[in-house]
């Protein structure tokens, strides 16, 4: 079983829809990273986040340290947001160091 | 700041050629990564620095990957003799520290045939 579980791992979706993506992790963190990874390859970082909730745009990340699970949302979905979104966690033993799910890709259709 | 800055963005090589990564963090962060890519694997850590010197190394796959950061402004990361299976895309990223956002490069895909 991997350390860091994402669902679902293809997504499609028409524009305006609301989409939630989900990352469950089995070690213990600190922190979380959600990564936006698009077709042309590049890789940027979403959030960073410990407890709650953060917002940027149309995104929110959500975070539930106890359950070990965190929810990436899209609010009124755009073609231009396809790409892979990337779950990564720093395990407390050692916390510089990244452990990433295996990404889910989305498809935003007009 | 134009970010973290990998060369070449393609590279095209040679089964037992030397292949060499190139680089640039973002000045002032005092950590700096190389990831590796592929379709089977996703991203792996393959190694890591903290102020030049190299923490952990763990992820690299053989011998024949090897990883300097001579300053603090400049690493490269090594593969000699290149393999078909080493192809994929390597990514370097820097972070201030542990406790920040990853600033990834555009990455290298490498293919070796």
């Known amino acids: 079983k991997n350390e860091v579980e994402q669902s679902p791992q293809n997504l499609t979706a028409q524009e305006g829809e609301f989409i939630t993506i989900n990352c469950s992790y089995s070690?213990?963190?600190?922190?979380l990273h959600w990564l936006q990874q698009h077709p042309g390859g590049g890789i940027v970082s979403l959030f960073m986040l410990s407890s709650g909730k953060k917002k940027h745009g149309r995104l929110i990340a959500t975070i539930n340290i106890q359950e070990k699970h965190s929810s990436l949302h899209i609010t009124a979905s755009h073609p231009r947001d396809s790409a892979v979104y990337i779950c990564a966690v720093p395990p407390m033993n050692n916390t510089d160091k990244l452990i990433f799910g295996t990404g889910t890709r989305l498809q935003v259709f007009p | 700041d134009a970010g973290v800055i990998q060369s070449p963005r393609h590279e095209v090589t040679e089964m037992g050629q030397e292949v060499t990564l190139r680089c640039k963090p973002i000045?002032?962060?005092?950590?700096l990564f190389w990831y590796r890519q592929t379709m089977m694997r996703g991203l792996e850590l393959l190694i890591y620095?903290?102020?030049?010197?190299?923490?952990?190394d763990s992820g690299m796959p053989e011998d024949r990957f090897s990883a300097k950061m001579p300053n603090a402004s400049f690493s490269t990361l090594k593969i000699q003799p290149s393999e078909p299976r080493d192809s994929a895309v390597y990514f370097c990223a820097s972070t201030v520290n542990q406790n920040t956002e990853a600033f990834f490069g555009q990455g290298t895909r490498l293919t070796v045939v």
């Open positions: 620095f903290n102020n030049n010197v190299p923490i952990d």
């Open positions: 070690v213990g963190i600190s922190a």
């Open positions: 000045s002032g962060h005092d950590y």
